[in-house]
């Protein structure tokens, strides 16, 4: 079955970096778009960034554009996001995404 399963997050002070990956299982990776959303406190889920099938289209919020970058490593079946020049207002669980699949998501604090 399909399984998407999130790691790398955690507390990291505002203008820092963290990168949290998801490893994908159960269906042929290569050939899904991903994504990534989050979901802070009292607020909806929102797409923060999605990518091709192959790596070369890639779609970010406005409000991480320039400061986060999604990648994946198809041969590996392992999404990534790198996240640079955190803000507090990054604060949020994130979630990998295929269809209608959602990982189980990782907590992301950004806090001083």
């Known amino acids: 079955q399909v399984q998407l399963v999130e790691s790398g997050g955690g507390l990291v002070q505002p203008g820092g970096s963290l990168k949290i990956s998801c490893a994908a299982s159960?269906?042929?990776?290569?050939?899904?778009?991903m994504n990534w959303y989050r979901q802070a406190p009292g607020k909806e889920r929102e797409l923060v960034a999605g990518?091709?099938?192959?790596?070369?289209?890639?779609y970010y919020a406005d409000s991480v554009k320039g400061r986060f970058t999604i990648s994946r490593d198809n041969a590996k079946n392992t999404m990534y996001l790198q996240m640079n020049s955190l803000k507090l207002e990054d604060t949020a669980v994130y979630y990998c995404?295929?269809?209608?699949?959602w990982g189980q998501g990782t907590q992301v604090t950004v806090s001083s």
């Open positions: 159960g269906f042929r990776f290569s050939i899904f778009a």
């Open positions: 990518i091709s099938m192959g790596g070369g289209t890639k």
């Open positions: 995404n295929r269809g209608n699949y």
